[in-house]
Every structure is written in structure tokens, then in C-alpha cells.
């Protein structure tokens, strides 16, 4: 079964500390990786997309990385902003079949001032 | 308990009147949060308390609002002659301190000022 885990759950930061969120992920075999974030009452917007050859892929302060033989990632967030407050969620697409991707629960983050 | 528990879960009340909403932390936890969120919008801070430290009360948006903790326990979130602009779901959490380590969320008290 295609289970995307996510860790933590909930996380409170002060503004200008960085964090680091984690995906762990069984989905076989593996397309690609993405991060989303979602600010509430919002549709998600994609940070990064990872296929299996790459390792880290960064968009501004977001940084990703995917070790695909553990089958893990993370996310790393440097000089975190109040904006950065959202939900991060993890998706992992599976190759071949019909490419639905399974979608992790998220991460609530939460900078505070 | 095994998480962290807020009551009422649910709360309509008349404009005019005070209201307590109440959170169990999780046993442990020296850090505690209450955040409102109004329909369709973010987390916004209210108070957070750390230990026997004065808490920090810069977000609470006016002086009817006032929250107490006793010890690293209980907390209650009193709001005095609410408004319509109360109504909001506030949110409790609780964390070991220091900040950066996981925090975790109640189900929330879904307050209604009618």
C-alpha cells in the first residue's frame, strides 16, 4: 500500500529560526516528489518537484532533499518568516498505472513573532 | 490525557456576555498557546505561556480578552462582553519548551457570538 508519512505533525518556530520537516514515503515504484504549501483556506502551491535522480532542489529559502534508496525526504526552511506559517504537505507520484499521486497529511508550521 | 483537550468543544453565546474556554495540556508540557482563527483565515496568536515565566500577551487584540495557567496545567482563555467579531475557533497547543520541538493542537472550541 502507498502510505506518504510526514513528521512533525505540528511544529512552532520563532521568526528567523530555521526547520526542518520530513517525509517518509513506500510509494512503489517511485515518479516524483513534491512539496506543497498551504495557507489556510487555500489551495496548495507547489515548492519543489523532485524526480528519482535528484537529490536537493532549492526555491528561495525552501530547500529539498530526497534520498530515494531510504525513501525519505525533507524540507528545510532557512530565516523562517510569519508568512511561512501554512501547512506543508508531501506528494508522492508513482510511475506507470494511472500516476495518482498519494498525499501526506502535512505538517502544520507555525512562526511565531 | 493523551493529547491535548479543550472545552467546549462547541460555545454560542449572546453578545454582551463573558465566556471561559478551557485546555488540558498535554501532562508535561511547559509551553502553552491559544491561537484564534476566524472562518477562512490563518493561525493568529493570542498569549503563550512558558513555565512560571510572565507570559507573553502580545497578541491578545484587546483588553476583554485574558487567559491565566495555573502552574504547567490547566489553561482557560476568558472573553469578556464578546462581540460578533469573537466568533472564531480558538486553538489550543502545548510543547515541551524550549520553542522548535513539536507541538501539539487540541480540537479546538468553535465559539459563535450571535
Known amino acids: 500500500k502507498n502510505q506518504v508519512e510526514q513528521s512533525p505533525q505540528s511544529l512552532i518556530i520563532l521568526e528567523g529560526k530555521n526547520c526542518t520537516l520530513q517525509c517518509n514515503y513506500t510509494v512503489s515504484p517511485f515518479s516524483n516528489l513534491r512539496w506543497y504549501k498551504q495557507d489556510t483556506g487555500r489551495g496548495p502551491v507547489s515548492l519543489t518537484i523532485m524526480t528519482f535522480s535528484e537529490n536537493t532542489k532549492s526555491n528561495g529559502r525552501y530547500t529539498a532533499t530526497l534520498d530515494a534508496d531510504t525513501k525519505q525526504s525533507s524540507l528545510h526552511i532557512t530565516a523562517s518568516q510569519l508568512s511561512d506559517s501554512a501547512s506543508y504537505i508531501c506528494v508522492v507520484t508513482a510511475s506507470g498505472g494511472s500516476y495518482i499521486p498519494t498525499f501526506g497529511r502535512g505538517t502544520s508550521l507555525i512562526v511565531h513573532p | 490525557g493523551a493529547g491535548v483537550s479543550q472545552s467546549p468543544s462547541n460555545k454560542v453565546t449572546e453578545k454582551g456576555k463573558d465566556v471561559e474556554l478551557r485546555c488540558d495540556p498535554i501532562?508535561?508540557?511547559?509551553?502553552l498557546y491559544w491561537y484564534r482563527q476566524r472562518l477562512g483565515q490563518g493561525l493568529e496568536f493570542l498569549i503563550y505561556f512558558q513555565g512560571n515565566s510572565a507570559p507573553d500577551k502580545s497578541g491578545l487584540p484587546s483588553d476583554r480578552f485574558s487567559a491565566e495557567r495555573t502552574g504547567e496545567s490547566v489553561s482557560t482563555l476568558t472573553i469578556q462582553r464578546t462581540q460578533q467579531e469573537d466568533s472564531a475557533v480558538y486553538l489550543c497547543?502545548?510543547?515541551?519548551?524550549?520553542?522548535?520541538?513539536?507541538?501539539?493542537f487540541g480540537q479546538g472550541t468553535r465559539l459563535t457570538v450571535v
Open positions: 501532562s508535561g508540557h511547559t509551553a
Open positions: 497547543a502545548s510543547s515541551l519548551a524550549p520553542l522548535n520541538t513539536e507541538a501539539f
